[in-house]
C-alpha cells in the first residue's frame, strides 16, 4: 500500500498578458492537480501568440505575496530548490518539480519575462 502523503497543487487558468500586438491569453494546463510527495510535476503554460522574451514562473502560497521561482524560461533563482526547472520556447513553456515536496503546495504561473532576476 502507497502510505505516502498527498499533496495538493493548484493552479491559475487563465492570465492576461501585454504582448506587441495587444493582449496576449495566456493558458495553463492542467488547471489544478493531485499528486503525492515525491512525484514529479509538470505544469504548462502556452500562450495566444509568441513570447519572443520567454516566461517567469511564480509560486503564490496562500497568504503570502507571490514569490518568483524561475526567469526568462529556465533560470532558477538563489535559494530556489533545484527540484525546480524550467523549459520552453514560442508558445509553450513547462515547470518541472522533482520529488514533490509538502511546502511545494501553492498556486504557479507563468508571466512573460523581459529581464533578468529581480533586483
Known sequence: MDMRAPAQLLELHLLW?????????????????????GDTVTITCRASEDISYGVHWNQKKSGKAPKQLIYVVDQLLSGVPARFSGSGSGTDFTLTISSLQPEDIAVYFCLQGYDGPPQ
Request: proline share 5%; net charge neutral; aromatic share 0%.
Open 17 to 37: 498578458l501585454q504582448g506587441a500586438r495587444g493582449d496576449i491569453q495566456v493558458t495553463h494546463s492542467p488547471t489544478s492537480l493531485s499528486a503525492a510527495v
